[in-house]
């Protein structure tokens, strides 16, 4: 079971990036899934999570209304849309499925992990 993580790179800020994360060999249509990061020297942090259905979400206070979290499904993937980025978002993100339908904001929730796709923001 794989997630691969990708859309990383280096935007000034202002600027915009999209994750994407593509589940390989199982299915995560029934799971909670959540992008996490981690910037050097600071310990991993909740970004957005999603329920399996798409009805519930959560935000880090420090990126609402700035990025949003989105899945599709059908193709097995979530997304992580990033807008106004600033230099403090720099940081390595990880996508992240949970066993149950909502992992929340639980580290210990989430089973599965993506290999992480870094994004720097330069100012």
């Known amino acids: 079971v794989q997630l691969q993580a990708s859309g990383g790179g280096t935007v000034q800020a202002g600027g915009s990036l999209k994750l994407s994360c593509a589940a390989i060999?199982?299915?995560?249509?029934?799971?909670?899934m959540a992008w996490f990061r981690q910037a050097p020297g600071k310990d991993r942090e909740i970004v957005a999570a999603m329920s399996w259905n798409g009805l519930y979400t959560h935000y880090a206070d420090s990126v609402k209304g700035r990025f949003t979290i989105s899945r599709d499904n059908a193709k097995n993937s979530v997304y992580l849309q990033m807008s106004t980025l600033k230099p403090e978002d720099t940081a390595v993100y990880y996508c992240?499925?949970?066993?149950?339908?909502?992992?929340?904001?639980?580290?210990?929730?989430?089973?599965?992990w993506g290999q992480g796709t870094q994004v720097t923001v330069s100012s």
């Open positions: 992240a499925a949970a066993l149950g339908a909502y992992g929340g904001t639980q580290f210990d929730r989430y089973r599965y």
């Open positions: 060999g199982r299915r995560f249509s029934n799971n909670g």
